[in-house]
């Protein structure tokens, strides 16, 4: 029994520490994410099915080059073996050296082929005679069997590539995240482009290979057989399958965009400034993570090179190509944590040890393209070449666009990001907005109410003051036929309850509107007077469609509703409240409003009734301008 109340603890706790109840919401968030998820998953065991494939066939191949070569007794010691511009090469040392002797075994018959780039070498020679048919055969095919091992290295990397790009998808619904989404989508375009690029060198490679057993030493000796097929079908069935799920996901990849991005950049709270900065933040997190996996990628890919084959014997540096290795493999980690974290928490301190490995790992990718061993791995295999300024090209943008969000610091982004993550770490539900959708919903309400000559009610607060006709007689006698007559027009402002707790609650000093259900009444020397706060009057008003003075309201992005600063008003006489609705104050039909005025005098209503709770609905203000002065 303490066991199993044990194990059943223990579970708990991996499963809180694994939050496999968050990862499921995420990916069961909605349909989208859902495919998302699942075609990103059958995708990379597909790809990566066909991959070891293709990787075990490549070693298939390269085991019986090596067996041949083996068999003819033709070792690495004689020196590097390579084709240049179709021709099948022979050096003792890294060619384009000075002292270095080269010897051409095969020349090119068909001017069409051309794989590898052209090297001048001069008239100097191995003299490599003295050797049977076959081991001169053997020789001829030394470059076949450094090629083969260079595909299985691609293999190698390609099957990383695919883990990766699944980690990646992961993490996209994990974190909802944009950068990620359009890395791996970015990297799945590149998965297409080297795939295209292999098949058409694979079909040189074969077309270079038959070329070289019918005219070299060979005398059509092929030791291969059907291997070149089945070789060319593997790589044709990656590229349509990687093909296949690069138009998929770009679909899928859309639709997540305009769920992330509505989230992102409509989230109520953010500046336009904020948008701006976030959408350059979140571009260099997209080049951030493709120049990580690049830049690793290179890296590993010379020292497994300069490790390997006949090409070990030319690396006089070995030990230095290692190191750099090995600073490059510490470092890439930190380097991308700090870039992510150092963007939006806008910490100076990180963002300063980010631009210092940048510029190791620029400086290190600077000396490797001037060393000449690496000058000859570029032009010899076109994978490590493509994959070489790929990440360097990569990490120049990075650091440009790194510096171009350091000047955005203190704009906001890191205060606005950090309230973000609290809101949603407490599982508070964000408010977000459609950009212009309620001027265009108020645009087309009046316009169908213009169309069908219609007035709409509408509960409203409105004041006046400041007109000649207002004056202290006026206002003193209840009867007065002033108080009857309909208000000028007025422009006005609608404003929803929330505005309206906003303004009555700013607190700011000053002569601002204060609204109410009930209008406060003072008295001053034993007449009513207003007070030099304007006091509002609820009252039901008819807002006409053709008022020009009516205008749509606006809302900034995040921000909270101007206060309305009044001018400084003249001293009034209060307006009497309404009678009170009561049975006896009620007038019957037959009465007019006078006489039950004089029946039923004004009352002063008592002070904790001056201060109602707000109509829960859409306020109207409207403002009568002052004469000889501009209210707005």
Known sequence: MYKNQKLREWWKHVLVITRVKLIFERIALTRYTTLYFFLALLSCIILVVL?????????????????????????????????????VMLCDDIPMQPGTQCDILVHRVHDHIHVRRHYDFG????????????????????WLSSVLQDARTEDIVTLAFQIWLLALSVVTLLN???????????????????????????????AVYFSVIDSGPCQGRNIMGDWWKQNNLHDIAGLVTNSVNAVL????????????????????GAAPEIHRVYMLVLLFSVVLQLAGFFTLAQAGLWVWKITRGSIQQLADNLHLYVAGLV??????????????????????????????????LLSEATAMFASRLNQFVLGAWSFYATLSIAA??????????????????????????????????????PVYFSKQAEVKEWDDIEKKAEDAQTEFPVLSYKYSYGETGNTRSSLEDPASPDLLKQPVPARTRRLDTLSTILLADNGTPGKTIKLSSTPAVARQGGNPSLTSSVILQPVMTRSSSKNTDTFPPQRGKGRRPPDIVVPPAPELDAVAAPPSSSPKSRRTRSESGEEHRRREPTKILPAHTRSASLHRGPVTVHLKKPSGDNFF
């Not at 007794?73 to 240049?84: E, I, Q």
């Not at 470092?331 to 940048?358: N, Q, Y």
């Open 51 to 87: 991959q070891s494939t293709t990787y075990l066939s490549n070693t298939e191949g390269a085991q019986v080059v090596h067996d041949f070569l083996r068999a003819s007794n033709v070792t690495s010691a004689l020196g590097v073996s390579f084709l240049s511009d179709g021709h």
């Open 123 to 142: 008239s100097e020679s191995l003299g490599i005679g003295g050797i049977d048919e076959t081991q001169q055969c053997a020789v001829s095919l030394m």
């Open 176 to 206: 909802e995240s944009l950068p990620h989404l359009i890395a791996g989508l970015a990297a799945r375009t590149l998965a297409i482009a080297w795939g295209s690029f292999r098949v058409r060198g694979n079909i040189n490679l074969v």
């Open 249 to 268: 996901m770009a679909g899928l990849s859309y639709k997540l965009y305009h769920v992330y991005s509505s989230q992102t950049f409509s989230r109520v």
């Open 327 to 360: 600073v490059t493999t510490v470092l890439i980690v930190p380097w991308l944590v700090m870039g992510w974290m150092s963007v939006r928490k806008e910490s100076r301190t990180l963002f300063g040890v980010f631009c210092l490995i940048s510029a190791i």
């Open 392 to 429: 360097y090209i990569l990490l120049v943008i990075t650091l440009v666009l790194a510096i171009a969000c350091r000047l955005q610091f203190g704009l906001g982004l890191a205060h606005f990001l950090h309230v973000t993550k609290a809101l949603d770490a407490d599982d508070f539900t």
